[in-house]
């Protein structure tokens, strides 16, 4: 079974800083890969995904992530953060038609 | 559009009470997803749908169950709430094989006193 691990459950940065959202995962071939974005008493939203081609994928809201096969890793960074960036934000992988989630990251933006 | 929904967005009830909450769908995909999120655990599958009068278990599947009679839905009945079911439950669906995403609803908030 695949797995997905998000490194640190709760990340705050300054309005203006850098976001980076760490996402790891295993899987023995190049799996799909997601951000999703979850609001206040929201579902959840896809930011951006990797299928094939560009290891660069942008996304909505200036959020961009890139796939790195050898280190098993789907980043999740935007340059300036926005108070509007404060959500839950979570990775995912889909294998065949499973979807493997990590356990979220709180994203705080101080003003 | 089309979209997926939840109904009821919020329930509260009784320990041992039956309930069963509602998932539509109107994208036509084949699978279904149903999960619960709570604090600590993220999202933890409880059960899942490949199609018509087809059901899986998920990772937590006892004390609830699904049926899958037409594309559209996938209502998930607690046979006898408890007091552990106390969740924010989320139906998610997506296209068959692929690289596609799950689209998700907006969730019910289950309150079992």
């Known amino acids: 079974a695949q797995s997905v691990t998000q490194l640190g459950s709760h990340v705050s940065v300054s309005e203006g800083a850098l976001v980076l959202l760490r996402c790891n995962y295993s899987s023995s071939v190049p799996p799909y890969l997601f951000w999703y974005v979850q609001y206040p008493n929201q579902g959840l939203q896809l930011l951006l995904k990797y299928t094939t081609g560009a290891t660069l994928v942008k996304g909505i809201n200036g959020f961009e992530a890139e796939f790195k096969k050898s280190e098993t890793s789907f980043h999740l960074t935007k340059p300036s953060a926005h108070m509007s960036d404060a959500a839950e934000y979570f990775c995912a992988v889909r294998s065949t038609n499973q979807f493997y989630f990590g356990t979220g990251t709180s994203l705080t933006v101080i003003p | 559009d089309a979209e997926i929904t939840q109904s009821p967005r919020h329930k509260i009830t009784e320990t041992g009470r039956q309930v069963t909450l509602a998932c539509h769908q109107t994208w036509n995909h084949n699978n279904m997803f149903w999960y619960r999120q709570d604090l600590g655990h993220g999202l933890r599958l409880i059960h899942y749908?490949?199609?018509?009068?087809?059901?899986n278990k998920g990772e937590v599947s006892d004390g609830y169950s699904v049926s899958r009679s037409n594309t559209e839905d996938l209502p998930l009945t607690l046979e006898s709430a408890a007091s552990s079911q106390t969740s924010v439950y989320f139906c998610?669906?997506?296209?068959?094989?692929?690289?596609?995403?799950?689209?998700f609803g907006p969730g019910t908030r289950l309150t079992v006193l």
């Open positions: 998610a669906s997506s296209p068959g094989q692929g690289p596609r995403e799950q689209f």
């Open positions: 749908s490949y199609g018509v009068q087809d059901t």
